[in-house]
């Protein structure tokens, strides 16, 4: 394993862009940002900046100033590479180090669609609360979108590859740990995992059957998941990472780039809406099937006396 891979969560779950260009150009920037001892929240901000300045020239009717937008939007997505593999390299792994990570990702996306439904109600003649519907509707789509991807890997990364890699969480442990959490002591960390609460709920409200999977294999196995476990999973749901692919940031940033170059920017929104939005059902739906046989593929290989020992 060379030592760019060694900075991946794992190759299964890569898509084929970041191994190719933005886990090595990644890796060389973290392996700066390492002996200049600049921490993964520090690089994680500066993404942030740098992210909402792009939607800010999205927003004109100038192909060059576009240009630059999408460099800059390259730029924030190569530095959210960054943040990770500094994290996984420094070993400064952290709860809320996540969470600034994936809001950071929500307030650029909400800078680049707020430009672009301004750009939308200037250029089109028809009512602006047209485009607010849709723009609110491409937000809401995305945020699911994103959700469920990010929900899925983790979950092969847990049952596949290592339950040290995975970020997986219930939503039980998450509210526990913000009902203990005080806000006068820790203000900030009270927020982050509120909003870190909403969205580990989310993802929970469209994976009913994952859940009891999730759930099952907590109470039965822990963290030592059995190989023929490991490898059904594996066999099962490998196949679903290239879907899982398509909901997040390259698929939509590729086709937004183009809509926005091409100045058909209602299409991207469109695309989002319709055809991400169909991939997404599709795939969850085939995701909730695939945890309902491997519970039952767990029925079928162990027995269960009350007192929930596991006998093989």
């Known amino acids: 394993m060379s030592r760019i891979e060694e900075t991946y969560k794992a190759r299964d779950v890569e898509e084929t862009i970041d191994i190719y260009f933005y886990r090595p150009l990644g890796y060389a920037i973290a392996l700066g940002c390492q002996r200049l001892g600049i921490t993964p929240n520090i690089v994680t901000i500066v993404s942030i900046f740098i992210g909402v300045t792009c939607g800010h020239l999205l927003y004109y009717r100038d192909i060059t100033l576009n240009l630059y937008g999408i460099i800059l939007w390259v730029i924030a997505d190569t530095l959210d590479s960054v943040d990770g593999q500094l994290a996984r390299m420094t070993n400064h792994r952290s709860k809320i180090g996540r969470i600034l990570d994936g809001l950071g990702g929500n307030i650029m996306f909400i800078s680049i669609y707020l430009h672009l439904f301004a750009r939308m109600a200037v250029t089109y003649d028809f009512p602006w609360s047209l485009f607010f519907l849709l723009t609110l509707a491409g937000g809401v789509s995305h945020s699911i979108q994103s959700a469920l991807a990010d929900y899925y890997r983790n979950a092969y990364l847990k049952f596949v590859v290592d339950p040290a890699k995975s970020e997986l969480e219930g939503a039980d442990e998450i509210r526990a740990e913000y009902l203990a959490t005080s806000f006068f002591k820790h203000p900030i960390r009270k927020i982050l995992l509120r909003v870190y609460l909403n969205y580990t709920v989310e993802q929970e409200a469209f994976s009913k059957n994952f859940q009891r999977l999730r759930k099952r294999v907590d109470l039965e196995f822990g963290v030592n998941i059995p190989q023929w476990f490991a490898d059904a999973y594996r066999k099962m749901n490998k196949p679903l990472m290239k879907y899982y692919a398509i909901l997040t940031t390259n698929t ?36 909730e099937k695939l945890s309902a046989q491997l519970l039952q593929q767990i029925d079928e290989q162990w027995k269960f006396i009350p007192s929930g020992k596991v006998l093989a």
């Open 252 to 287: 939509r940033m590729i086709v937004m780039a183009i809509c926005v170059l091409l100045d058909v920017v209602p299409f991207y929104f469109a695309v989002e809406v319709i055809g991400i939005n169909l991939v997404m059902v599709l795939v969850t739906t085939h995701q």
